[in-house]
């Protein structure tokens, strides 16, 4: 299986500010990589597909990069709303489809 | 624009069964293909299986192999995922969620989850 590793477990950004997540894969996913976000007591919600692609209705200052083994979600301008949990997703090779431990962006 | 609405929140006791609806509209069963993905309290994101759209079938992940059964009504656009034997540590919230039938990229559509609780 491929393990999917997230970092930092918690971010402390300023509303307004920059948040940088990391993710890493055991093995190359090409760019078959997944973000989701999820506020509390919310269902999470897919904001990027395939590293680098945002889902319909996703603002602008999601954004995504990366290929192969290492992924960062990028959040321009924190606002209120974006203060959540955030996990990655590899679907390159599955079953099992597989997640990170998530990142915990919080207000600083 | 796709809804799915799942059944309500359960009580079992350890070694029984619980089955749990995700009824879709806004598309049919047979334009999506619908993943289960459980969190328990305070965890994070476990993906239980769906249908694979290379392999053209349902996969599960090994964890839940000959415990979990995912079956779909398509005359009533509803999804299904049993799960048997149940233990304490199955106690979780359970996702139905969806993402493209002829390729996965990703789910993009959740339920609102089905809170199941096992104890005795």
């Known amino acids: 299986d491929i393990v999917m590793t997230q970092s930092p477990p918690t971010l402390s950004v300023s509303p307004g500010e920059r948040a940088t997540l990391s993710c890493r894969a055991s093995?190359?996913?090409?760019?078959?990589l997944a973000w989701y976000q999820q506020r509390p007591g919310q269902a999470p919600r897919l904001l990027i597909y395939d590293a680098s692609t945002r889902a319909t209705g996703i603002p602008a200052r999601f954004s995504g990069s990366g290929s192969g083994t290492d992924f960062t979600l990028t959040i321009s301008g924190l606002q209120s709303e974006d203060f959540a949990v955030y996990y990655c997703?590899?679907?390159?090779?599955?079953?099992?489809?597989?997640f990170g431990g998530g990142t915990k962006v919080e207000i600083k | 624009q796709v809804q799915l609405v799942q059944s309500g929140a359960e009580v079992k006791n350890p070694g029984a069964s619980v089955k749990v609806s995700c009824k879709v509209s806004?598309?049919?069963?047979?334009?999506?293909?619908i993943h289960w993905v459980r969190q328990a309290p305070g965890k994070g994101l476990e993906w239980m299986g769906g249908f694979h759209p290379e392999h053209a079938e349902r996969v599960y992940a090994q964890k839940f192999q000959g415990r979990v059964t995912m079956t779909e009504d398509t005359s009533t656009d509803t999804a299904y995922m049993e799960l048997s034997s149940l233990r304490s540590e199955d106690t979780a919230i359970y996702y139905c969620?969806?993402?493209?039938?002829?390729?996965?990229?990703?789910?993009?559509?959740w339920g609102q989850g089905t809170l199941l609780s096992v104890s005795s």
């Open positions: 806004g598309y049919t069963l047979t334009e999506l293909s």
């Open positions: 093995q190359s996913v090409s760019s078959n």
């Open positions: 997703q590899q679907y390159h090779n599955w079953p099992p489809l597989t």
């Open positions: 969620t969806a993402g493209r039938f002829l390729d996965f990229v990703g789910l993009n559509h």
